[in-house]
């Protein structure tokens, strides 16, 4: 089954980072509205090793035709809203089967 994984917000918090976060100079690369394809479950090329640890989980279950989480928390079951687990440039991802 075919899964379509599409970034739909990028956060960002300079006063955490601030505060809590060493300088770094190479940080995320996802771009809100690109999209990516699993097939059968597996992680599609060039995703976020982070993020694909943050909602594998969700995107195997929907590969399995598995869906309705948590008893209806999304409006269509065969989809979930997932964010990546960086606390100061979270992303959130619409994952749906297609």
Request: glycine letters at 8%; a negative charge.
């Amino acid at each position: 089954m075919r899964i379509r994984i599409t970034a739909i917000r990028k956060a960002s918090y300079p006063d955490l980072m601030a505060k809590y976060e060493n300088p770094i100079e190479h940080t995320c690369d996802v771009l809100e509205g690109q999209e990516w394809i699993s097939i059968d479950g597996r992680c599609p090329e060039g995703m976020c090793p982070s993020a694909w640890g943050s909602m594998r989980e969700f995107v195997e279950a929907l590969a399995r035709g598995e869906g309705n989480f948590y008893d209806g928390w999304m409006k269509n079951p065969n989809s979930a809203m997932i964010s990546c687990n960086d606390g100061f440039r979270p992303v959130s991802f619409y994952i749906e089967v297609i």
